[in-house]
């Protein structure tokens, strides 16, 4: 057996399963060591969340590679814990819960919401409403094929939130660095283990392809801003809270 099938059928799988841990531990820790999820896009969580689950039910209809659907379901548990440490340690005298690409309050106030519950109750009711399609509509070809572009398709997305908020403060104030690097080997092991292993669709791949994109030009945007003091939109220091 040489190295690149060993690459293939051990090692990729290994990286896979591992990276909710690897590329959200830091986070998490540095969240809460310093009590303060200033600078993170909680809708990074939101992103993952929505994908993993949606995921999971696209295996029963395609039964992809096995791997896949443990880092998705490992990808679940640390998305919540992600979630419930950022919404534990938020600013408090800020109009806005986190780092947001726009100040331009959404609709119903969604994923903005001040109180804790509402985002518990919208996971809840997600899972559920899915589930309920997925025993309508689960023995359908055409609703697989979508359910696995919508949740690789929103997978895709998961680094512009953080672009566009680091794009507006001029900043990577509070997002880890340690999570770039791991979301970069990421897409160099996905690259690899989704065009050779056998279990794969047309989905992980362009999902593949755009994530690596976003996830580049954060790592432009570390080069050019670093970590340092927001900004404001005329170019003023921005003061910490």
């Not at 600078?39 to 994908?51: K, Q």
């Not at 927001?230 to 003023?236: A, L």
């Amino acid at each position: 057996m040489g190295l690149f099938n060993i690459l293939i059928q051990y090692i990729a799988p290994l990286f896979l399963i591992t990276s909710p841990i690897t590329s959200y531990g830091d986070q998490i820790r540095s969240m809460h060591s310093s009590r303060s999820s200033q600078g993170f896009s909680l809708d990074t969580p939101l992103i993952m969340l929505v994908a993993s689950i949606l995921r999971c039910f696209y295996w029963l209809g395609a039964e992809f590679e096995t791997s896949l659907l443990i880092q998705s379901i490992l990808m679940i548990f640390v998305q919540l814990t992600l979630l419930k440490v950022a919404l534990d340690h938020r600013p408090p005298e800020v109009s806005q819960p986190f780092s947001m690409a726009t100040n331009t309050p959404r609709p119903y106030r969604f994923w903005q919401w001040r109180g804790q519950r509402p985002y518990w109750e919208f996971l809840a009711y997600f899972t559920l409403s899915t589930a309920v399609l997925q025993l309508v509509f689960g023995r359908s070809g055409v609703w697989v094929n979508v359910l696995g572009y919508v949740a690789l398709g929103i997978e895709a997305l998961l680094p512009l939130p953080q672009v566009l908020a680091n794009q507006r403060s001029r900043s990577c104030q509070g997002f880890r660095v340690s999570v770039l690097v791991s979301w970069l080997v990421g897409d160099a092991m996905k690259m690899v283990y989704f065009w050779n292993a056998q279990h794969v669709g047309f989905q992980f791949k362009a999902c593949a392809l755009v994530q690596m994109v976003f996830d580049v030009y954060l790592g432009v945007q570390f080069w050019t801003f670093g970590g340092g003091p927001k900004v404001d939109d005329k170019g003023r220091e921005m003061p910490m809270l």
